[in-house]
């Protein structure tokens, strides 16, 4: 039986093999942001705002 190609088949490779290797990409950029040493004094600081008496 030969499968028949339709939209939510296409969609669905479209997905797979275009779009989540670019959000991987963009989850692994943020993590790295996140994790460079030179942003840690201001993440700190942010982190330290909820606590903070004005």
Known sequence: ????????NFTSDFVTTFWTPIFVG???AIVAYALWPRN?????????????ED
């Open 40 to 52: 840690r004094a201001a993440f700190d600081d942010a982190s330290k705002m909820p606590l903070r």
């Open 1 to 8: 039986m030969k499968a028949i190609l339709t939209v939510q």
């Open 26 to 28: 963009i989850f692994l």
